[in-house]
């Protein structure tokens, strides 16, 4: 290796979105630590730099899909609406790198494309695409959760003459306006790029796999006024934030579906449904929808209901209209069903009639029907959780290769460690909290920082979890998952949306409040759970 081709630093930080940007400010700003980040984007955004799909929204409300740590940063925000979309997130967040004079510390534009440990100084050399090694004591990854675009495998694809496009990849500029369009994929993202995009195309073919529950999003302009209470009561809100479970900035039900009359559960549901919002409708109505099948039934129905009054089309709704169980991540959606009532949108049921092969011209069902489209939509999502990083070569202890460790499936002690992995640290990482996402980026950014100050000034050279705690911490995840519905259905958050993957659990849904406890009592209790290497018995 040329000497002159490394750089030393403290710490690495792979990506530049909500996760890396706070890692950065916490470690070069506020410990003086030498750092240098990377990204293959050409900025800062991290997810939101790549879904620049039309009507890409955070289902989050405006107001605490944010950053807290900061109160001169709260009380200078400002939004249009009760939710943001993604250009105001990527302007935010870009914003926040120019305040916080956090770009200079980063590369962009630039992949990293290994990380391999040295067992004989304790070292991590991170080697990016053009060859630079820098060598660090830390490497924190904030890759995302949702990064590592999935696209389904379809017979003939490399035939198709027209353009093939994923959401989470979106072309800056790309407008289908006119077009003849298909989509495949009806989540979140799918619901999305569907409603936004069918007023525009010329004709819009929705090939429907799974039919997904879905409430109004309630997106709605504020006033200054508004926007000046929620600023006068940030500090109660906050606290109410991470102090609660989802951390929706909601207070969450904890009344018993059953417990109630017909009438009076009518009444809550349609207050919810009025208002708006995917998990405020689930955990802000009742307190048991995610756990009892008889009370998730009721909220279920209801939506069923909603969907076929809304739909016109009896056949259409039939192809739209969900079953069992309503148990995946609660989706909300801006009048989503309403857009089926259009002359230009059509809906293939692919479950009872899926696609045969692709072709030059369009897609082929297996009733024979050719399809005919410019333009293919990928709203397949992505390889969730653990895609990002079996993408890379992590080479930890002994050499040991990320994927053979999460061979099985991918493990962590508290989503941001695992063993063998000394010093590499994650935000969202395996099993960590099932939240409003940057709340919980906050909470493990600010732990992994204090543990690195922790281990500055207590000389401890390396730290990392005991495969024990590993195996702990996953059982503790499989246990509480096993407690909820949303182990009875299908659905990315387990991985079930990659063929072969092998279906685990991949979130810690204990809520963020008690997430928050547990990492505190670890640290307090001398980082109960990790071993600590100090530096004169670091190096073997």
């Known amino acids: 290796m040329n000497a002159r081709s490394v750089h030393t630093v403290d710490a690495v930080i792979i990506g530049a979105g ?25 900025g800062p955004g991290g997810t939101w730099y790549w879904n620049r799909y039309p009507g890409a929204l955070s289902d989050t409300e405006s107001h605490v899909y944010r950053y807290s740590f900061d109160p001169e940063l709260l009380a200078d925000g400002t939004w249009a609406n009760t939710y943001v979309t993604q250009p105001e997130i990527l302007d935010y967040l870009e914003g926040v790198v120019e305040r916080f004079d956090l770009a200079r510390h980063f590369r962009f534009g630039t992949e990293v494309v290994s990380a391999v440990y040295s067992d004989d100084d304790n070292l991590w050399d991170v080697t990016t695409g053009g060859g630079e090694v820098y060598r660090a004591t830390y490497v924190i990854n904030a890759v995302g959760l949702l990064s590592a675009i999935n696209v389904p495998q379809l017979p003939g694809l490399d035939r198709f003459a027209g353009q093939t496009i994923h959401t989470g990849a979106w072309p800056e500029g790309v407008s ?3 077009c003849r369009v298909g989509v495949i994929g009806t989540g ?13 195309v010329e004709h819009l073919t929705v090939f429907v796999r799974t039919p997904q529950y879905s409430v109004p999003v309630g997106k709605r302009p504020v006033t200054s006024e508004h926007i000046d209470e929620i600023k006068a009561d940030y500090d109660a809100i906050w606290h109410q934030v991470k102090n609660s479970a989802v951390a929706f900035g909601f207070e969450e039900s904890t009344v018993p579906a059953m417990s109630v009359s017909e009438e009076e559960r009518r009444r809550i549901y349609q207050e919810a449904w009025e208002y708006g919002g995917g ?31 809304i739909i016109e089309d009896p056949e259409t709704a039939r192809k739209l209209m969900p079953t069992g169980l309503f148990a995946r991540r609660p989706l909300c959606d801006d009048h989503y069903h ?31 029907v050719l399809h005919e489209l410019d333009t293919l939509v990928f709203a397949t999502g992505f390889d969730a959780v653990d895609g990002n990083y079996r993408r890379i070569e992590i080479r930890g202890r002994d050499g040991i290769d990320i994927n053979d460790h999460w061979a099985g499936q991918p493990t962590s002690y508290l989503g941001v460690a695992t063993t063998n992995f000394p010093n590499w640290f994650m935000v969202l990482g395996p099993n960590g909290p099932f939240t409003n996402l940057p709340p919980s980026i906050e909470t493990q950014v600010e732990w992994i920082a204090d543990t690195i100050r ?24 499989t246990e509480i998952a096993g407690a909820t519905v949303f182990t009875k259905v299908d659905s990315w958050i387990f991985g079930a949306n990659i063929p072969g993957k092998k279906r685990s659990v991949l979130f810690y849904l204990g809520g963020l409040a008690n997430y928050r406890a547990t990492l505190a009592d670890i640290a307090a209790d001398d ?14």
């Open 18 to 42: 909500f996760g890396g940007i706070y890692a950065m400010h916490k470690l070069a700003n506020e410990q003086g630590l030498s750092v240098v980040g990377f990204d293959k984007a050409g």
């Open 176 to 178: 289908l306006a006119g």
């Open 188 to 200: 979140s993202t799918g619901q999305q790029v569907i409603t936004a995009m069918a007023p525009e």
């Open 279 to 309: 998990f405020r409708f689930m955990f802000g109505t009742f307190g048991d929808i995610a756990t009892d099948e008889q009370a998730n039934e009721t909220a279920a129905a209801f939506i069923r209901e909603k969907i076929a009054g």
């Open 338 to 368: 309403a857009v089926f009532n259009r002359p230009n949108v059509e809906a293939v049921a692919i479950k009872e009639n899926p696609i045969r092969e692709v072709v030059a011209d369009g897609v082929i069902t297996e009733d024979g």
């Open 454 to 477: 922790y281990a500055a000034a207590n000389g401890i050279r390396a730290i990392e979890p005991t495969a024990e705690s590993e195996a702990q911490w996953t059982e503790t995840c």
């Open 527 to 540: 980082y109960r759970g990790f071993d600590l290497l100090p530096a004169a018995a670091a190096v073997v």
